[in-house]
């Protein structure tokens, strides 16, 4: 099935669900962007294998979030456009 042979308020539905799950990503994002770079000073305190939390946290733990985030997002958007019948592999 293609964006033009599902009714109105299929796509409707379908765009609801797609702008959900890009606001909490965006939201996912923000956080290891942000919001745990911010409280780095504070982190710095607790030292794991030498180096300082928040260091660590800005240098591979957000780095890591991102990629997996990237994944995530594609399976979760994956599994939105089959429920619709507008996975890749179904489109003809």
């Not at 990503?25 to 770079?37: G, Y």
């Not at 979030?65 to 995530?72: A, Q």
Request: proline share 3%.
């Amino acid at each position: 099935m293609s964006d033009s042979q599902i009714s109105p308020e299929q796509a409707e539905r379908h765009w609801a669900k797609t702008k959900s799950l890009m606001v909490v990503t965006l939201i996912i994002w923000f956080i290891f962007s942000f919001v745990v770079h911010a409280f780095a000073p504070s982190l710095n305190e607790i030292v794991i294998i030498g180096f300082p939390l928040g260091w660590y946290m800005a240098a591979q733990g957000s780095l890591i979030v991102f990629v997996v985030l990237i994944f995530w997002f594609a399976a979760r958007q994956n599994k939105i456009d089959e429920e619709f019948g507008l996975a890749e592999d179904e489109i003809e």
